[in-house]
């Protein structure tokens, strides 16, 4: 994420750790080449266009904390790690509730030319009510309505990507004097129940993707529905290895019943890895990562998402479902089923804070590269997930960390690459030739073009 503090909140205080740098250029540029260097597939990078305010009314955690606070706009240093790099995919996070499809559409496609077919977004429709106040809203949209919002602005953004420019409209022919082919280049209209687009060209010429890579990481059925209809690549998680098996099995299943292959989504669960080369020496790294973390900032975190500020119980004061309900009874009808804010019996402040004592609610691996590589090779087996969203603990470190004593053990058992493929990071995900969304995908029925030529 573009700024200090993203998934363990406090670890950016360890004297290794760099984040602070995080708007400096040379923060970007040697992470993406040590990336690289580690063939990873791409950098994600998260995004909020809010502040997380809930806890105790205020900002006072968040801010002391840096709980993804501040947060600079995750675009503009996609060119500058391209620029350093020639393999390494991008993942860009852009909250589509507060965009239009028309520009957005050309800001993506821009990325993709500058990046030689490199990008990825990241959809999401937004959960904090503070991002919906900043844009002149009273509050965020309802849970399924920023889901419904997301299908109409993906049609006029597949329309304008997939079906003004031909292939082969661009013609940059110096000798008779023409660039582009008008006859290729068509209007594109779209009025749908939220947006409009009114008989415009798209601005820019098919990049090499046209459409970027779709990810998504919707946590409700809704959201899985979602996500079968438009992601290629879906971000997940779970408690436990059985949890996680059903999510990739629910996924794979909506996407067939939306009329696509199984294997047409890649699903990655997040991954927190703590490594060394004894396992003495790993857990004496975790508890010296650990005198940094703060559970009050993860807790900052955790409870904007629900809306509820924890603050208003006692710490060993009992959260109860009578309770919410009294203080918060539209909040938590308007959340969803994802995050409905709801909470164990028994729960209480006090033990959701000892529930994070990395800084976060996801716990980290922490062993030797045989033991990480056991547990990431079981997870794959029992759970048919395809990859890893590697979070950061203290960087560049935890990074440095993994390419250098795990991935040496994966590559040994024939579970990681050793070499990048050429192409696309579409192709490179899903194979050579496959630079453009799939025909069965419901973004590539906007070829209205394509239809007329057949």
């Known amino acids: 994420m573009n700024c200090v503090g993203h998934i363990h909140h406090g670890l950016w205080k360890h004297p290794r750790d760099n984040s602070v740098d995080y708007h400096k250029p040379a923060y970007w540029t040697e992470l993406a080449q040590l990336l690289e260097r580690g063939l990873f597939d791409a950098v994600f990078l998260a995004d909020i266009v809010g502040v997380y305010d809930v806890l105790g009314g205020g900002i006072e955690v968040t801010a002391r904390e840096a709980v993804q606070l501040p ?24 909250n589509l509730t507060y965009e239009h499809p028309y520009l957005f559409a050309r800001r993506m496609a821009t990325l993709d030319h500058l990046t030689s077919g490199r990008v990825g977004w990241n959809i999401v429709t937004g959960y904090l009510d503070s991002a919906a106040r900043a844009v002149g809203l009273k509050q965020q949209f309802d849970h399924d309505d920023r889901y419904d919002r997301g299908d109409d602005f993906l049609d006029a953004f597949y329309k304008l990507l997939e079906g003004s420019w031909e292939d082969g409209a661009v013609l940059a022919d110096r000798e008779r004097g023409v660039y582009a082919d008008p006859a290729r280049i068509h209007r594109v209209w779209h009025e749908g129940p939220y947006y409009k687009v009114d008989g415009v060209y798209n601005l820019t010429a098919p990049s090499p993707q046209r459409t970027p890579v779709l990810f998504q990481a919707g946590a409700s059925q809704r959201g899985n529905r979602f996500a079968a209809r438009h992601a290629e690549c879906v971000f997940t998680g779970a408690p436990d290895r059985a949890g996680l098996a059903r999510i990739v099995a629910n996924i794979r299943a909506l996407a067939v019943e939306a009329g696509r292959r199984a294997d047409d989504v890649k699903v990655f669960s997040s991954l927190s890895v703590i490594v060394d080369r004894s396992a003495a020496a790993a857990r004496d790294k975790y508890e010296d990562y650990r005198r940094y973390a703060s559970a009050e900032g993860a807790l900052a975190h955790m409870v904007s998402g629900t809306g509820v500020d924890l603050e208003r119980f006692g710490l060993d004061e009992e959260i109860t479902d009578a309770k919410l309900e009294a203080l918060y009874p539209d909040r938590l009808r308007r959340v969803g089923e994802a995050r409905a804010g709801r909470f164990p019996p028994g729960t209480t402040r006090r033990q959701l804070l000892a529930a994070r004592p990395f800084g976060s609610q996801q716990q980290p691996l922490v062993g030797t590269p045989s033991q990480v590589a056991d547990e990431i090779a079981r997870l794959v087996e029992e759970t048919g997930v395809d990859g890893f969203n590697l979070t950061r603990t203290v960087a560049p470190e935890s990074y440095r960390d993994f390419i250098e004593l795990v991935i040496p053990e994966l590559q040994q058992r024939g579970l990681y690459k050793t070499a990048y493929e050429e192409g696309t990071l579409r192709e490179k995900l899903f194979g050579a030739g496959q630079a453009h969304l799939p025909a069965r995908h419901h973004g590539a029925s906007h070829r209205s073009w394509q239809r007329s030529a057949a």
């Open 71 to 94: 947060v600079n706009d995750p675009t503009y240093v996609v060119p500058i790690m391209a620029q350093a790099t020639r393999h390494l995919g991008f993942g860009v996070t852009a």
